[in-house]
């Protein structure tokens, strides 16, 4: 157990639905960093925020939205759903900014039909 | 083209073997290279990473890094059937922010 929980495990919807992934961090770490694992794309970075604060940003589509709260718990929201974000969508932590240092969590499975 | 390449596999040893994974990459920048490990639906776990060129151990594990010829490589001695898991490698540049990864590299030790 790496200590970071997402929420919900398993998650299917419809197209053109908005859902909500959950992460909260293992205690102290301060960066959350969110990522992508398709078949055909393999694992990818969408967005990293540290301390509330987004940090760096990478092939996050517009339809989509993250952001880290107070508590350093941290949400990302998928909107206007397509079949093609069907994915493992993982949360990582890390005490600092360094994405070498983080942990994954379980991921969440996403499937749009 | 990938800034990240890795031969996707499958790769199949038996138990005991010395395993060879790679990966290459194209980016300059990257300075940190890492290798994941990660079983069939569960996070990818950190196994090392290396700063720059040369060599780390950890164990079995040994990762080696060629800036001069970009190519990161994972050796894994006596292999285990608790190895069979997908193998990832990622590289991070300071400047980029972000964690780049290959593939993966699907490994299956037979007992």
């Known amino acids: 157990d790496s200590g970071v929980t997402q929420t919900p495990k398993h998650l299917i919807t419809a197209t053109g639905q908005r859902v909500t992934l959950r992460c909260s961090p293992r205690?102290?770490?301060?960066?959350v960093y969110w990522y992508q694992q398709s078949l055909d794309q393999g694992l990818q970075f969408l967005i990293q925020?540290?301390?509330?604060?987004?940090?760096a940003k990478g092939n996050i589509l517009e339809r989509f939205s993250a952001q880290q709260f107070p508590d350093l718990h941290s949400e990302l929201n998928l909107s206007s759903l397509e079949l093609g974000d069907s994915a493992l969508y993982f949360c990582?932590?890390?005490?600092?900014?360094?994405?070498?240092?983080?942990?994954f969590g379980q991921g969440t499975r996403l499937t749009v039909v | 083209q990938k800034e990240v390449e890795q031969d996707p596999g499958p790769l199949s040893v038996p138990e005991g073997a010395i395993v060879s994974l790679n990966c290459t990459y194209s980016?300059?920048?990257?300075?940190?290279f890492m290798w994941y490990r990660q079983y069939s639906r569960k996070g990818p776990e950190l196994l090392m990473y290396?700063?720059?060129?040369g060599n780390k151990e950890d164990g079995r594990f040994t990762a080696q890094v060629d800036k001069s010829s970009k190519y990161i490589s994972l050796f894994i001695r006596d292999s285990q059937p608790s190895d069979s898991a997908t193998y990832l490698c990622?590289?991070?540049?300071?400047?980029?922010?972000?964690?780049?990864f290959g593939s993966g590299t699907q490994l299956t030790v037979l007992p």
């Open positions: 990582a932590s890390s005490p600092g900014g360094m994405p070498t240092e983080a942990f």
């Open positions: 205690s102290g770490d301060l960066s």
């Open positions: 925020y540290y301390n509330g604060e987004e940090r």
């Open positions: 980016n300059s920048a990257f300075q940190y």
């Open positions: 290396t700063y720059s060129s």
């Open positions: 990622a590289s991070f540049s300071g400047s980029a922010r972000q964690l780049t």
